[in-house]
């Protein structure tokens, strides 16, 4: 079956090619949150790439000791293997990425 590639944007920042990392299930865009196997440049490389915006320049975990955060989560390293984005309802940590462009 075809799989629906995730969306993805990043707000916030200076420019499109900055800020952190959201994702969009159906109609609605969470933010993504930052999950310990994808503590790795290519998810972002992946992300940078969907906003044409070159590849990676830097990216770090925004704290969250919030326990109301909410976003969604990918456990997969990259976000193209995401095929179902899971719910996460408490502590999510976003994810502020800056690209090269």
Same mark, same amino acid.
């Given at each position: 079956?075809?799989?629906? $590639? @995730?969306?993805?944007? &990043?707000?916030?920042? !200076? ?5 952190? @990392? ?9 933010? &993504?949150? =930052? *999950?310990? !196997?994808?503590?790795? *440049?290519?998810?972002? #490389? ?7 915006? %070159? ?6 975990? &925004? =704290?969250? %000791? ?17 095929? #179902?984005?899971? #719910? ?5 940590? $976003? ?7």
């Amino acid at each position: 079956a075809f799989q629906p $590639k @995730v969306q993805s944007r &990043l707000v916030g920042g !200076s420019s499109i090619c900055e800020g952190t @990392v959201e994702v969009r299930q159906g109609a609605q865009w969470a933010a &993504l949150c =930052d *999950s310990s !196997s994808a503590r790795s *440049s290519l998810r972002w #490389e992946e992300v940078c790439r969907e906003q044409q915006c %070159g590849s990676v320049n830097s990216y770090r975990v &925004l =704290d969250a %000791g919030d326990p109301t955060s909410r976003g969604l989560f990918c456990p997969h390293q990259k976000l193209s293997q995401c095929h #179902e984005l899971w #719910e996460r309802n408490s502590y999510c940590k $976003k994810v502020f990425v800056t690209c090269q462009d």
